[in-house]
């Protein structure tokens, strides 16, 4: 069986997915941590963004082991609609998009926070920053590869 050897910039993309990988396997942990250890209360919102991100730990390993430059492409739909959903999300917490608008009518109202880490760091902003900078690794992995 011959190995396949990576030039410079499929190994500097290859790390830019390790990272990715390494930052959604920590948010899936996080994010399992606060609703099973501490019963923080999960809201549609934040269950929507979960199917989003757990997914992507799986879909990003795959494309690690063999590498495959491809799987930012493929990454790319889920981490696109967590954001907007995370986005949505932190709008609607901060009081910009009404509550009238929030999809929680039901039980755990989505304009709720119930964790704040550094005083100001509450879950859907966590969420957000999560895809972001999912976005920003996988794009400048991509770019390595497709310059």
Known sequence: MQEKVLNKESLAAWYLLL?????VTAATLGS???SEVMEVPVC????YQRIAMYPLVLILAIGLIPYDPRVTRYAAALVG????LAMWHVLLVAGIIPASAQPCVQGIPCSETYVTVLGFLHIPAM???TFSLLGILLFFAHRKENP
Not at 19 to 23: D, E, K
Not at 44 to 47: F, G, P, T, Y
Not at 81 to 84: F, M, Q, V
């Open 127 to 129: 969420s957000l920053l």
């Open 44 to 47: 549609l919102l934040c269950w």
């Open 19 to 23: 990272a990715s990988w390494t930052l």
């Open 81 to 84: 609609l967590g954001w907007i």
């Open 32 to 34: 399992l941590f606060f």
